[in-house]
């Protein structure tokens, strides 16, 4: 049986992607559309375990029609980044962070769980070989996502006894297409994301299928991005379809909406808690609700908003919309706190800042 030292079969694409045509992809790659030569791949059986770990060529996948993903959804994955350091170096941020939050999606999808230190050495092997993949535009990186799911061939509903684990890695810049200084979001009233006892607080592929039709009716709305009220009451903020969210307010503090086990507890959300208090900020994690936060915005108390998650870094938040009007906080563009704090974050994961909390994970 394979545990987490097992050595991973290297077997090298033949066919990779030209010098060239490499250095044109990650002069603008965008977000998501691009990807590297090679997948990182570990199989799970029950009886076997984590077994025939392998680095190769990306390619497709063959899966039987009756695999169990495909039916009920059985699948979770997670999010991170590597980024070219200021020394030359490449590191990755807080990998331990996302390899328990996947083991922990694991068991809320009653998944097997992968060894922690197996899911960073897959993605150490897998950079290792896909190193010239760094984008080379301003604020670029290495895009690394993680997932598993159900293999079974089988209908009848219950937890898969087989399952595949993948890496790919995708070379990324900002999230959102508009590149504006701060985005626009939609507040759904018809829709919520996850509801107390749901999967809320675990990576899984279903959550974001259930937020698309309420990110659709934000794009109709002009927004960028749907946020989500809680679904018993329709009154407390939570997060957005794939960021979490801060308030800054006049008196330099900040709000979060708590871990209340129906938002995912992001990894970004943590750090910049964490650097905030260091500066002395006071940063409460309590409910806020929908009609305080247009009153705050109204009364000039809230000064700021900012959406944060690994793909869209620190965003500002400068407009929100609802079926009841909008309203702006402050002039509608970034504000002072959240520059700030995203500088603070984003210098200590590229190697300019030092890194006091041991966020930074060394590669190569
Ligand atoms: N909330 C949702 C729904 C997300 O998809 C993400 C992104 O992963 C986050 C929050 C932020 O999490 P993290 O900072 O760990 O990327
Ligand atoms: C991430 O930030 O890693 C996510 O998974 C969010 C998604 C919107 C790309």
Redesign the pocket.
């Given at each position: 049986m394979a545990d987490s030292r097992q050595s991973f079969v290297i077997e090298r694409n033949t066919a990779p992607v030209g010098v060239a045509e490499r250095a044109k992809l990650l002069a603008d790659p965008g977000?998501?559309r691009v990807f590297t030569d090679h997948m990182a791949l570990i199989r799970y059986s029950e009886g076997k375990g984590w077994h025939d770990a392998s680095i190769t060529a990306r390619k497709p996948l063959m899966l039987d029609p009756a695999a169990a993903v495909l039916h009920y959804a059985q699948e979770i994955?997670?999010?991170?980044k590597a980024y070219k350091t200021a020394d030359g170096g490449m590191a990755m941020f807080r990998p331990d962070a996302n390899a328990r939050r996947f083991r922990q999606s694991a068991q809320r999808l009653a998944m097997a769980e992968l060894p922690e230190e197996l899911f960073i050495e897959s993605i150490r092997q897998l950079v290792a070989i896909d190193k010239d993949w760094f984008p080379t535009v301003e604020g670029g990186s290495l895009?690394i996502r993680p997932f598993m799911f159900a293999n079974e061939v089988f209908l009848g509903v219950k937890p898969s006894s087989e399952y595949l684990y993948l890496v790919i890695l995708s070379p990324v810049g900002g999230?959102f297409k508009s590149g504006a200084p701060a985005v626009s979001i939609w507040v759904s009233q018809n829709y919520t994301r996850a509801a107390p006892g749901g999967t809320g607080a675990a990576?899984c592929g279903g959550n974001?299928a259930s937020s698309l039709v309420a990110q659709a009716e934000a794009s109709k709305h002009g927004c960028d991005q749907v946020v989500f009220l809680d679904a018993a009451e329709h009154k407390w903020v939570e997060e957005l379809?794939?960021?979490n969210v801060f308030f800054v307010f006049e008196d330099g503090s900040l709000q979060t909406p708590p871990l209340s086990g129906t938002i995912l507890p992001g990894i970004t959300r943590d750090s910049l808690m964490t650097l905030a208090r260091s500066e002395g900020l006071t940063v409460r994690e309590e409910p806020y609700s929908f009609d305080q936060w247009r009153t705050d915005a109204a009364s000039g108390k809230l000064t700021e908003c900012f959406a944060c998650?690994?793909?869209?870094v620190v965003t500002p938040i400068g407009r929100v919309a609802s079926p009841e009007g909008e309203f702006k906080m402050g002039a509608g563009g970034p504000g002072q706190t959240t520059m700030r704090i995203k500088q603070r974050l984003v210098d200590i994961q590229r190697g300019v800042a030092p890194d006091p909390h041991g966020w930074v994970h060394k590669l190569g």
């Open positions: 977000f998501g994955f997670e999010g991170l895009y999230y990576k974001y379809g794939g960021m998650g690994t793909a869209a």
